[in-house]
């Protein structure tokens, strides 16, 4: 038995309010496995960027995470470490793409500048040694290295979003989360980049959380799958457990409502 | 298609931006007709040119190049009068039931709006009765939704709102800009069967924008795949899917998630992404004709 990269037990979460508290996540337990890509799907509101947020400490008040609840990352509980500990931890062990990631790069600094401001802040690296390190990783996401010169404005989307990754890929971190990463693009780019995430993870070994609503391409794309609603994960299977014999019922319902591709189409009665 | 009469036709659209040396189409020689209980989806990804479609349609823009027409005749600039019949037979649903309803009024205020300005006709009483029978049509309940405000609504409720907004001027065509993109799957279906529904029941001509192929294929009798302006392929909706001929609309149709296919299988078009963008995107005026009601504009190295 390998020891999981991720280990989630028993995490409850709640917004406080001023008159009363909603629980957004509720008592919610998983593992997984190095190399795995996980995907937590749900609906808007069912507490699932709640998790990714909570599993690199990133939640704020009102967010606050219930005692009794652990999160395990390599077997250190990520919600007992101090500040030094937490800042060593990011990027290092723990990366996160936002949904909006292509918009989280600094509008004023070069790529190059934001490779060196991550790789500088978490190891002893030399200007030059962070410019190799950068076109390395540029090439990782197919991206010619050319483009270190170059401000974000000038690139796209998809590409923006390519760099982010490539920056999460920095240190070399064992888990990357990703929080709904390619919902802004266009599917032909989107495909591009999850298979590149695929490829990566075969080639480098790390973990993925990968978060999304559209869970026709979560079955494409993950090993297995967690089903969230209203902060509770009611069904964890591999993917093609999800999509062929969903066991919980809110799994079935969500199939049912929606159009298919190919094939016989679904039923109208399914929800309305 | 050889059906009634369209209702509503763009012959031949362009509509250009930037200067004369370096000109951007937006849209590029579009034609398609919009009849009455059918329709008709446009896909493509953002940039496309599906927008602009849109608002050519809704007189945002004028063609550069061809017309439009109504019933048949064309729409030139013509007078108030006119502009204001057309408005209130073409009616739009956006995309974000969030922003496209004014937060400062009631559910009453917006839907009694276009009533008085296009059936002054009716008293107040009048008009109350009608803004619950548009309610009531939506599968909205009036007594509860409309002292509301936007904000008290779901996006789903609200697209609600916004769909009995469009019918209360009673249109002939409505045209839906990817109105279930921002709600929750298990919302979607709601609204998709409301507009299937509509158009049964009074006859509406719709032309549904989107970039979700799966969705096109549950509300649309036909479909049209559009890339940098131009239309590449057209048709009935299952022929076009289930046997698209023109390489882009094969590149879209692979990348749309679908979990019947794992990713690692993936189509050979993704090897050539650069090359059919760029193909697709040269102006292509050639029409080829695949079968009765299916047809496509080729890529020029096809010739």
């Keep these: 038995m390998t020891t999981p990269v991720l280990s989630v037990r028993n995490l409850t979460i709640d917004y406080i309010g001023a008159e009363k508290d909603f629980s957004a996540v509720k008592n919610v337990s998983f593992d997984i496995q190095p190399g795995e890509l996980f995907g937590l799907a749900g609906e808007s509101g069912c507490g699932k960027s709640t998790i990714a947020f909570a599993v690199s400490r990133l939640h704020r008040p009102p967010a606050l995470i219930r005692k009794g609840s652990q999160i395990l990352v390599d077997g250190r509980d990520v919600l007992t470490l101090n500040d030094e500990e937490l800042r060593s931890f990011r990027w290092r062990e723990v990366a996160m793409v936002f949904q909006s990631a292509m918009n989280s790069l600094n509008p004023v600094l070069t790529i190059e500048d934001q490779f060196y401001d991550v790789l500088r802040t978490h190891t002893d690296i030399t200007r030059a040694q962070a410019r190799e390190r950068a076109a390395e990783l540029l090439k990782l996401v197919d991206i010619s290295p050319d483009r270190l010169s170059a401000y974000p404005h000038q690139c796209s989307g998809g590409m923006r979003q390519r760099i982010v990754i490539a920056i999460c890929l920095a240190l070399n971190p064992k888990l990357l989360i990703m929080d709904e990463p390619t919902t802004a693009l266009d599917v032909v780019v989107q495909r591009e980049i999850l298979q590149r995430i695929d490829l990566l993870r075969k080639q480098l070994g790390f973990a993925v959380l990968f978060i999304t609503h559209d869970l026709s391409l979560m079955v494409q794309v993950s090993d297995r799958i967690g089903i969230m609603l209203e902060g509770n994960l009611v069904e964890v299977n591999d993917a093609q457990t999800i999509y062929r014999s969903p066991q919980h019922d809110y799994t079935k319902r969500l199939w049912a409502s929606m159009p298919k591709l190919h094939g016989a189409q679904i039923t109208r009665e399914a929800k309305s | ?303």
């Design chain 2, 1 to 303: 298609m050889s059906q009634s009469a369209p209702i509503l036709a763009l012959d031949k659209v362009s509509k250009i931006f930037g200067g004369k040396d370096k000109p951007v189409y937006a849209a590029r020689d579009v034609s398609f007709a919009l009849h009455s209980g059918r329709t008709l989806a446009l896909v493509g990804e953002s940039g496309s040119g599906k927008t602009t479609a849109a608002r050519l349609i809704m007189r945002e823009y004028q063609p550069d190049q061809g017309q439009l027409l109504f019933r048949g005749a064309p729409l030139g600039k013509s007078d108030a009068q006119a502009v204001k019949a057309y408005r209130s037979s073409v009616q739009m649903v956006f995309q974000d039931p969030f922003s496209s309803l004014n937060p400062a009024h009631t559910i009453r205020y917006h839907l009694e709006r276009p009533l008085r300005l296009h059936q002054k006709g009716l008293n107040a009483a009048q008009r109350k009765a009608a803004v619950e029978e548009l309610l009531t049509r939506v599968k909205l309940d009036p007594a509860i939704v409309m002292p509301k405000y936007p904000h008290e609504l779901s996006g789903g409720q609200r697209q609600r709102i916004s769909i009995a907004r469009a019918l209360a001027v009673n249109p002939q065509v409505i045209v839906a800009d990817e109105p279930t993109s921002m709600l929750d799957v298990s919302v979607r279906l709601g609204i998709l069967n409301l507009l299937n529904d509509m158009k049964a029941e009074l006859g509406l001509a719709l032309l549904y924008i989107t970039h979700d192929i799966a969705t096109a294929r549950y509300v649309a009798e036909d479909i049209m795949v559009m890339y940098a302006g131009q239309i590449v392929e057209w048709g009935a909706t299952d022929s076009v899917l289930e046997n698209p001929q023109h390489p882009y609309t094969r590149l879209l149709l692979s990348a749309v998630p679908d979990p019947d296919r794992r990713f690692s299988e993936a189509g050979a078009e993704l090897d050539q992404v650069e090359t059919i963008r760029r193909q697709s995107a040269l102006p292509q005026s050639e029409i080829r004709q695949i079968s009765e009601n299916h047809f496509i504009r080729p890529m020029p190295e096809e010739r």
